[in-house]
């Protein structure tokens, strides 16, 4: 018996008690955000959403490290645990290589990567969505805001 038990691995999906998304639409977590960034915060964010549309930001808005900024450029990001992520979540919850957002044409696409514990944008379980500036994306313990151009008609 203790020799068929050691030929399995037990993994689960862990359930890190989701939130609703504040407001009516995503851009209302932008909104919240602004209204309590500083002016250094506030002044880098509406560049962002004042951009050209080839750049986007990540703001970790919930968990540790919270209020870290991180630019994605049209190379795109790689998300995770591996220490050489673009994005680098250091928690157990997160896998190695989790996910990733890549530009495609004018607009920025997050991909789960086949993570153990899954992504959610907006409160939704995806492996791909397309993303909207002030979409909510849950990545393990971490709560990440996405903060794209206005001007590319994402919105």
């Not at 890190?16 to 955000?33: I, T």
Request: aromatic share 4%; proline share 1%.
């Amino acid at each position: 018996m203790a020799a068929l038990d050691a030929d399995r691995e037990l993994t689960s999906t862990l359930h890190l008690g989701l939130r609703s998304v504040v407001g009516n639409s995503p851009a209302d977590l932008v909104d919240e955000l602004i209204s309590q960034a500083s002016s250094e915060e506030r002044n880098v964010i509406e560049g962002v959403l004042a951009g050209d549309g080839n750049s986007a930001m990540v703001i970790i808005h919930r968990g540790a490290q919270k209020g870290a900024r991180f630019l994605v450029s049209s190379d795109g990001v790689a998300i995770g645990r591996a220490t050489d992520s673009s994005i680098f979540l250091d928690d157990v919850t997160v896998s190695r290589k989790h996910a990733s957002i890549e530009k495609v044409g004018k607009r920025f696409t997050f991909k789960d990567l086949g993570s153990l514990n899954g992504s959610y944008v907006n409160n939704e379980s995806v492996t791909e969505k397309v993303l909207i500036s002030g979409d909510a994306i849950q990545i393990g313990k971490f709560h990440l805001l996405f903060i794209g151009s206005t001007l590319t008609g994402e919105n």
